[in-house]
């Protein structure tokens, strides 16, 4: 098999749906994390989920490629859809395989940086050139040139920012269709904050991306669409729900709501 | 202010305090350093004391009387007895426990940290059997080894009809250090951040990959030091083996492990050692011990005791060095 053609499926165009998000509630044992989440996110964007701290981004963004499944208390009612089908009739290994995941603090694997990339490609049988696909996509991130030397170097020893570039190319190199960013660029400096955004925009050519991001110019910058998610309280629970859900641009030149505009304006944590 | 807090703030009652709190201190380190040193005084005490007696055989006639000692079968004249047929029991019943408590032991620890509870296995295998099941083995863990005895006479001894052989001395302990070596597989494990587990997962890797790639080598140091602390429990364990009637005075060892058939030798090939009658270390130094004559009961048993401490202690320092080896491999 030819590992080119394998990226032709995630050269989708035009306003399809990746991800669609129905009436979805999580539950962590009895402690409701987030209710009644209606979404749809749309094929080659870059959607950012911002809001308070506790509103339960995480918890959604997890749901979609059920790392959740890790946590047994979970509960999940509603449907969530990628590519259509309900994620939970599809299998977790091909769901992950197809929606990849960066996470918030960088988690390379304790081993060389080379390993950390080829790894992801021998477990899921990629058959071509590994060492290849491994030199492209650290070019893809801007990290050849710092690392190319020292490949065999364990990756814990790179610098914050080189390590969340290094597990953002494990994840583009096993080319999902789907990338899900928990907050990346959190524990990096700017400089390397700036060229995972201007990575991202690049990517949507080929990748639909979801970003939880805390940094409101960081969400302007790169996102199409912005996912507002607020902190309500009922019945002594706390949990978030969906504020709005608008492009970027309306919901930063005018937000329908009052949340959105008070967080906008940072007037509320 | 200064009035209302004179305790607080009177310099004469604070030098009281801290002057009282230190002696607190300086009690607290007396009573340290004299239970550390009496326990440890107790050790050298016992270890000085073998080295004393049996340091009489071990070291008397130069390398040449350690070897004899070393290589001798057992004989009725003190002088020239040896440990020959222990140290190969041990090897042999050793080896036998290492093969069936390692596999299951890890196999055990990797399920119940891994698999169990998490409700996507195939077969149900809900959270409360394993929280049963964990209770039970750090129990198990503390089990007088005398039991595991009783359980083997009745089971491998004499349902099974394994007889006293090294197949039933080597499931015997295999039982006996079983749950040891769970218990520390699952903390090795546990002791792998969640991060990296769901770095793997995020990449597609299936269950088993993941365990394969990533939480076997993160945690093979601790895995390995509760194998050697297992394996040299049992290297020094006589009771059970005293339970089952293992044999005291025997003057041929077993055959060599998985040696191929010989003609006229026994009825099981490869596994003929496996149905030997046997002696362990422990087992040796207890028949010395308990015979009449002081050049047994004191210098020969003293020798075959420092053997055995230096076997033990040996396993031991291996089982730190790997620690400090694969903690310096693996780090985050």
């Known amino acids: 098999m030819n590992p080119e053609q394998k990226t032709v499926g995630t050269v989708l165009q035009g306003e399809g749906v990746s991800i669609a998000l129905e009436d979805v509630t999580v539950f962590y044992g009895i402690n409701p994390a987030i209710q009644n989440v209606t979404l749809d996110i749309y094929s080659n964007t870059v959607t950012a989920f911002i809001g308070p701290s506790g509103c339960g981004k995480t918890t959604l963004l997890r749901c979609i490629n059920r790392m959740n499944d890790m946590i047994t208390t979970t509960q999940i009612t509603g449907a969530i859809r990628v590519f259509g089908e309900d994620v939970r009739k599809i299998d977790p290994i091909e769901l992950r395989r197809r929606v990849g995941m960066v996470f918030q603090r960088p988690n390379p694997f304790p081993t060389s940086i080379y390993e950390n990339i080829a790894l992801g490609l021998r477990v899921n049988g990629f058959r071509g050139n590994i060492s290849d696909q491994v030199e492209k996509y650290l070019r893809l991130v801007g990290l050849y040139d710092e690392v190319k030397d020292r490949l065999k170097m364990n990756a814990l020893q790179l610098s914050g920012g080189q390590q969340q570039r290094l597990c953002i190319a494990r994840t583009l190199a096993l080319e999902p269709e789907i990338i899900l960013m928990d907050e990346p660029c959190s524990s990096l400096d700017p400089i390397s904050s700036i060229r995972i955004d201007n990575l991202i925009t690049q990517l949507k050519k080929y990748f639909t991306v979801v970003i939880i991001t805390h940094n409101l110019q960081q969400a302007a910058r790169i996102a199409d669409w912005v996912a507002f998610l607020k902190v309500v309280e009922a019945e002594g629970a706390r949990f978030g729900v969906l504020g709005e859900y608008a492009t970027s641009t ?7 709501s009052i949340d959105a505009y008070n967080y906008i304006n940072t007037r509320i944590g | 202010m200064t009035n209302e807090m004179p305790d607080l703030v009177d310099i004469q009652v604070i030098r009281r305090g801290i002057k ?18 009496f326990s440890l005084g107790v050790l050298l005490v016992l270890i000085g004391k073998l080295l004393v007696e049996g340091g009489k055989r071990l070291f008397g006639q130069g390398i040449a009387g350690l070897w004899n000692f070393l290589t001798s079968v057992p004989d009725s004249n003190p002088e020239v007895a040896g440990i020959k047929i222990a140290i190969i029991g041990s090897f042999c019943v050793i080896l036998l426990t290492a093969i069936i408590a390692v596999p299951l032991g890890i196999g055990a620890g990797i399920f119940l940290e891994e698999y169990a ?39 491998f001894k004499y349902q099974l009809r394994l007889g006293e052989t090294i ?17 520390t597989t699952r903390e090795a494990i546990k002791a792998v951040p969640q991060a990296l587990r769901e770095g793997v997962y995020a990449i597609g890797a299936s269950r088993w990959q993941m365990i394969w790639d990533h939480i076997l080598p993160a945690s093979a140091g601790g895995i390995l030091t509760g194998l050697i602390v297992g394996l040299s429990r049992a290297i020094g364990e006589a009771a059970p083996l005293v339970t089952i009637g293992a044999l005291t005075f025997i003057t041929f060892p077993p055959p060599f492990p998985f040696s191929p058939k010989l003609v006229g030798e026994g009825l099981h090939g490869p596994f003929d050692w496996l149905f030997s009658p046997f002696t362990v270390m422990p087992i040796q130094v207890f028949d010395w011990v308990s015979r009449p004559r002081p050049e047994f009961s004191v210098v020969n048993a003293g020798a075959a005791a420092v053997v055995l401490v230096v076997m033990t202690l040996s396993m031991n320092a291996l089982a730190i060095y790997l620690r400090i080896y694969f903690r310096k491999r693996v780090k985050w």
């Not at chain 2, 077969?123 to 039991?147: Q, R, T, Y």
């Not at chain 2, 197949?167 to 218990?183: K, R, Y």
């Open chain 2, 167 to 183: 197949a039933t001395a080597g499931l015997t302990l295999a039982l006996l250090i079983l749950p040891i070596i769970i218990v």
């Open chain 2, 117 to 155: 509870g998490r409700g996507d296995l195939p077969i149900p295998f809900p959270k409360w059997m394993s929280n049963i099941i964990e209770i039970n083995i750090s129990n198990l863990a503390g089990v007088p080894s005398i039991i595991y005895g009783l359980l083997a006479m009745g089971l």
């Open chain 1, 250 to 256: 309306d919901f930063f030149t005018k937000p329908s």
């Open chain 2, 20 to 37: 009282s709190r230190k002696r607190m201190d300086n009690i607290f380190i007396g009573v340290g350093l004299g239970s550390l040193a």
